[in-house]
């Protein structure tokens, strides 16, 4: 999750779409990526990124409508773009296609409460976690959605899990 990274992945999502133009897989990765730097990287300009995902994911989206991936990245450029309806939709969506997505799942649920709806939002959060215990950052945001629902002390617990596998993670 460094800028590094990320715009290493964004360089071989790049080549498999000159390679194959009409890999759809690719875009959404793509779209992901975009939306990543966006949003959690410093000094990264988050406009112009976003509107990358946003185009990325349209373009996948074009050549396969079917793709989980895609319909969740424009869900979470619309989500950070305000534009409630389309972050539902998009993320719904996503979830519909593929149920076990679990970035899917901790996007809907980051959604969730930030409109407020937060027994929603926890419930997702824990699917998220359960269907992906390995990602660190997938388990840093559940935190979040229980310090945002008020449930500081689960918020901690949270935390303290990713910190004992990786103390220097530092979004957790």
């Not at 990274?5 to 498999?16: E, L, P, W």
Request: charged content about 25%; hydrophobic content about 45%; glycine content about 6%.
């Amino acid at each position: 999750r460094t800028d590094a990274d990320i715009q290493r992945a964004v360089g071989y999502f790049r080549a498999a779409i000159d390679s194959d133009p009409a890999y759809g897989a690719a875009y959404a990765a793509l779209a992901d990526c975009y939306n990543q730097l966006a949003t959690v990287m410093v000094g990264q300009p988050t406009g112009e990124n976003r509107a990358l995902a946003i185009a990325s994911a349209k373009r996948a989206l074009e050549i396969d409508d079917q793709l989980a991936e895609a319909h969740a990245a424009l869900g979470f450029a619309s989500m950070y773009n305000w534009d409630w309806a389309s972050a539902e939709l998009e993320l719904g969506r996503a979830l519909d296609l593929n149920p076990s997505y679990a970035s899917a799942r901790i996007w809907h649920g980051t959604y969730l409460s930030i409109r407020h709806r937060f027994a929603e939002a926890i419930a997702e959060a824990e699917r998220a976690r359960d269907l992906d215990p390995l990602s660190l950052i997938t388990q840093t945001q559940v935190g979040w959605i229980y310090k945002f629902a008020g449930r500081d002390e689960d918020a901690i617990t949270q935390y303290r899990k990713v910190l004992a596998v990786d103390p220097d993670f530092s979004y957790a």
